[in-house]
């Protein structure tokens, strides 16, 4: 059968490309190729394209903007002061892509965000225009967290559930008719996303291993992979030497949420195994290692920050969340300030510059207030590092949305457009657009001064 994959447009107020890939459709790409499906994929967001490569910006390491149109809010937020726009290729490189596509029996998407269903939308109709009797099956985050509400997007024939992957192959299996379960024994060890499909292969994203022992009120973290799960370091090693080879990958981003964690038994013996690998004349001086989605800051020792220096990591992010000791605890106690300290002074004395660490500070969580912000963000700075703010947006099912619940503050109608980061904090009513444009402007003037 042939099938096509496809990573959507993105409707939203922003987005920034730090080192997004769609990492659960390549992976299911990878099992469909073994099993001898032809595969095609257009990358809807794709930044590399030829067309548009030199009119958007790149920044360092592989990450930057993404091509982008304005367009109408949608009819729940319409009366947001805020313009909202659709991500990705335009339509008629997009209709140049599918004329050498060959025509396929299924279209696999996947999705993301809850509050970027928009963007599903817009795609599927896009699509049911030029194959009009194909199922398309949606899967991904959104898929998988409001699977009821996906359901009723237009053009979107099939849902499947969940991130562990043989429950997705299951689900696959049933809709095509053919079992596509995979036999191999390193199905159980991790399947290498297919990037071979990818445009640009400079910068990958790696998964070492699955969910976190944590519990965070706000964290969808749990609800995707109940167990925490840690791969072997030297299938780990493996997949980073084949990258290096096969692609010539410069920058590798972990996806992990929970990556430093048995740092002695997990990370640290990983990257003694990336040190070891003999450069390849692809590998040019080595691999640039990235955080994306933010470090366990109470397991930087002094040891592991060393580590972390010599196997060059180069954005190095921090959770901190919030500076308000008792938000902290109530929210998972995951670190408090003083190991917050301890861990950004290793971080240094291993020889990290200030302007290499940066820190998630979030604005906008249920209850808080601007002046907690402002204090967090006084905080990071007196560290001499970057911060970076993040608004807060609700995850479904989490305990956050259920303590909302519970007050009346939110209930079930609310769109899932509202659960928004730029939007979301504005509901309770502390904040509002202007005074977060205040706190980022703030942060802003205190990162250049480091
Ligand atoms: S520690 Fe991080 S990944 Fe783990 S539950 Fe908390 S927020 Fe989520």
Do not use: K
């Given at each position: 059968m042939n099938i096509l994959l496809i990573n959507p447009w993105v409707c939203d107020f922003g987005l920034y490309d730090l080192w997004m890939k769609p990492f659960g459709l390549l992976r299911v790409a990878a099992l469909l190729k073994m099993r001898g499906y032809n595969l095609s994929y257009i990358d809807f967001l794709d930044r590399h394209h030829p067309k548009i490569k030199k009119s958007i910006r790149n920044d360092d390491f592989g990450c930057g903007k993404f091509y982008k149109k304005q367009i109408p809010k949608p009819e729940p937020i319409k009366d947001v002061a805020r313009p909202y726009f659709i991500y990705g290729l335009p339509e008629e490189l997009i209709t140049e892509k599918i004329k050498n596509t060959p025509s396929p029996d299924f279209i696999l998407m996947t999705s993301g965000m809850t509050y970027w269903y928009p963007g599903l939308e817009y795609t599927a109709k896009f699509l049911k225009k030029k194959f009009p009797n194909v199922p398309i099956v949606l899967g991904g985050i959104y898929a998988t967290l409001l699977s009821e509400h996906a359901k009723s997007l237009e053009g979107i024939d099939y849902v499947v559930s969940g991130a562990d992957l043989p429950a997705v192959c299951r689900q696959l299996s049933s809709i095509f008719g053919q079992n596509i379960s995979p036999h191999t024994k390193s199905f159980s060890v991790g399947v290498y996303p297919e990037y071979g499909l990818l445009s640009d292969t400079s910068s990958l994203v790696i998964e070492t291993s699955k969910g976190c022992p944590f519990n965070c009120s706000y964290c969808g973290s749990q609800l995707f992979n109940k167990h925490f799960v840690q791969r072997g370091p030297k299938e780990v090693v493996e997949e980073i030497e084949f990258y290096l080879k096969n692609y010539g990958v410069k920058d590798i981003a972990f996806y992990d949420d929970?990556?430093?964690?048995n740092a002695d038994k997990h990370i640290i013996p990983i990257l003694d195994g990336v040190l070891e690998i003999p450069y390849t004349k692809n590998s040019g001086a080595g691999i640039n290692f990235h955080t994306p989605n933010g470090l366990h800051v109470r397991f930087i020792d002094k040891k592991l920050a060393r580590k972390l220096k010599e196997a060059n990591f180069r954005t190095i992010t921090l959770s901190f969340e919030t500076v308000d000791p008792a938000r902290q605890k109530n929210t998972g106690g995951k670190v408090t300030t003083e190991e917050f300290k301890e861990a950004v002074e290793n971080l240094k004395a291993a020889g990290f510059a200030n302007k290499e660490i940066s820190a998630y500070l979030m604005v906008g969580m249920p209850h808080q207030k601007e002046d907690e912000a402002r204090e967090g963000i006084e905080f990071l700075h007196r560290l001499k590092i970057h911060i970076t703010l993040v608004t807060y947006s609700l995850v479904p099912n989490t305990s956050d949305e259920k303590m909302l619940k519970q007050e009346g503050l939110i209930d079930d109608g609310l769109d899932p457009l509202w659960q928004n980061d730029t939007i979301f904090p504005l509901i309770e009513g502390n904040f509002s657009l202007s005074s977060i444009k205040k706190l980022r402007d703030y942060a802003g003037f205190l990162n250049r001064k480091i």
């Open positions: 929970a990556l430093l964690v």
